[in-house]
């Protein structure tokens, strides 16, 4: 027996020749010309009169021959789609991971979307923002966010002073420069926060994710090879069209 992957390889060819026959068959039949021919004889109104030859032409396409072929090129795509799809109706298998069975019995076509979804999640779960490696941080059970130990920094304030270059004699001023000194005037104890993720637990998330999609591509290559029965429809649907 055949199994259902044999015919999901094939059925991407049997589409297309029969949309080629199909095509083909709808520009023959728009052809007049193809369709029709004629017979006809000079006969001169007396003996004495021009003989001319008989003219004829042949049909060349009978409109009913073009159903007979149109209808054995559809009948191999309704009998291959229907065995896939009447297939795909038992076609079943676990999805399994590292021993443990995450789904039973799941159906092709729901294994199909998983694998869409799972390629979807990946994108996702790649990309979540990851704690500044340069930080330590700790999970605060208060807020349930990550935070880094205190970090305690001295505020500054600039207060001018004076500098004398020279003291003041009878004849000239003191010569002074003005500068600007930093003073401690109080401390700053900052905290972060963050509701990003640690790398540990993105990297579980990447690696729990592509053991998934693993699976489900085991499993849709198991429910794949599943034995099947073959569908004749084709005959059915054509005799009753064209016969």
């Not at 799809?85 to 298998?93: F, K, S, V, Y």
């Not at 130990?149 to 002073?161: G, L």
């Not at 002074?176 to 993720?197: H, N, Q, R």
Request: charged share 30%; glycine share 4%.
């Amino acid at each position: 027996m055949a199994k259902l992957n044999q015919i999901i390889a094939v059925e991407k060819g049997v589409k297309s020749k029969s949309f080629q026959d199909i095509t083909a068959a709808h520009h023959k039949v728009q052809k007049p010309a193809l369709l029709s021919g004629i017979s006809r004889t000079y006969q001169p109104k007396d003996e004495e009169g021009e003989q001319l030859p008989p003219e004829s032409t042949r049909v060349q396409l009978k409109a009913e021959e073009v159903l007979r072929e149109m209808s054995a090129s559809l009948t191999r795509l309704f009998d291959v789609t229907a065995t896939k799809d009447w297939a795909n109706c038992t076609a079943r298998a676990d999805v399994t991971v590292e021993g443990r069975t995450i789904l039973s019995q799941v159906p092709v076509s729901y294994l199909l979307f998983l694998e869409k979804q799972l390629t979807d999640l990946h994108t996702f779960v790649k990309k979540l923002p990851v704690l500044d490696a340069a930080e330590s941080w700790t999970l605060d059970p208060s807020t349930d966010w990550w935070k880094t130990d205190p970090v305690r920094t001295i505020r500054t304030k600039k207060v001018p002073r004076n500098h004398v270059k020279a003291e003041a004699t009878e004849k000239h001023p003191a010569q002074v420069e003005v500068y600007y000194e930093d003073v401690p005037i109080g401390y700053w104890t900052t905290v972060k926060f963050s509701g990003a993720l640690p790398a540990r637990r993105v990297n579980e998330l990447v690696d729990r994710v592509e053991k998934l999609q693993q699976a489900v591509k085991f499993a849709r290559e198991e429910a794949n090879g599943v034995e099947i029965t073959d569908q004749r429809v084709g005959d059915a649907v054509f005799g009753y069209l064209f016969g």
